[in-house]
C-alpha cells in the first residue's frame, strides 16, 4: 500500500545551503533511497546523491536520517511513522560537494598513514601458519565497508574539526588493531597508533558501534584492546623493567 512521504532534503553546495520540503509517493517495503531516487527522477532532477550497490555493502550512500548517520538502501520506510517527515542530511563532519554528496577524502589521507601488514617470512614448507582463533579475530574488523558512518558520529571531529590532523577515527582504529593482534605481522603498531592515530583522544562512548551497519563491535573489539596495548607498552612497570633490562644486555 503506497502513501504519500513528507521528506525535507538538504540542498546546497560548500557556499551554503537549506532544507527544502517535498512529498514523495512511495510504496510498501521501500527504503530511504527508494524515495531519493524517485524524488530524483519526478522532481529534483539536478540532486546529487552517492550510492552503488543499493544492497548494504558499497558503503557508498551514508547520510544523516533524522539526525542519525545510517546508510539509506538499508533504511526501511516502515520504520518512520507514514504522518512522519523524514529529514536527509549529509554526512555532518566532511565537507559538502553538493546536496547529500560529501568529500570524505580526509578519510584516503587516513588510510594512507597506516603501516602495511608485514608479514614474517614463510616456514621452510613454504607456508605460513596461525591458529584459527588468530584467524577469527581478524575476520570481524574485515567486515567494514568503509561507509564511514562511524567517522562522522565520532565526536572528537564531528565537533572539533581541528582535531581531524591528529586523530584518524575509529575506521582505521580497526585496521591497527587487525595489524597489532596479526601473529604474522612483525611490526609494532603501538606507537603509531598513540602518536600518529591519536587513538588516546577516544573516549570510548560506543557511539561509532551503534551506527556501524555490519555490527562490529568496533569500541569492544578493536579500540580498547588497542588503547591497553598502548597503555601497557608506555605505563606498565613491569614492561618498563623488562626493556631496561633487555636494552642493558643487548649492551653489554
Known sequence: MG???KMRVWRGDESGGDLADYVVPVEEGE???DALHRLQATQAGDLAVRWNCKAGKCGSCSAEINGKPRLTCMTRLSIFDPDETVTVTPLRT?????????DVSYNYEKAKQVPAFAPEPRRPDGTYRMQQ???ERGQEFRKCIECYLCQTVCHVVRDHDDNKRAFSGPRFFLRYAELEMHPLDTNDHREAARDEAGVGLCNITKCCTEVCPEGIKITDNAIIPVKERVVDRRYDPLVWLGSKIFRRSSTD
Do not use: G, K, M, S
Open 3 to 5: 502513501y504519500d512521504l
Open 31 to 33: 527504503v530511504v533511497l
Open 94 to 102: 566532511f565537507p559538502v560537494i553538493r546536496d547529500l554528496v560529501t
Open 133 to 135: 582463533e588468530d584467524v
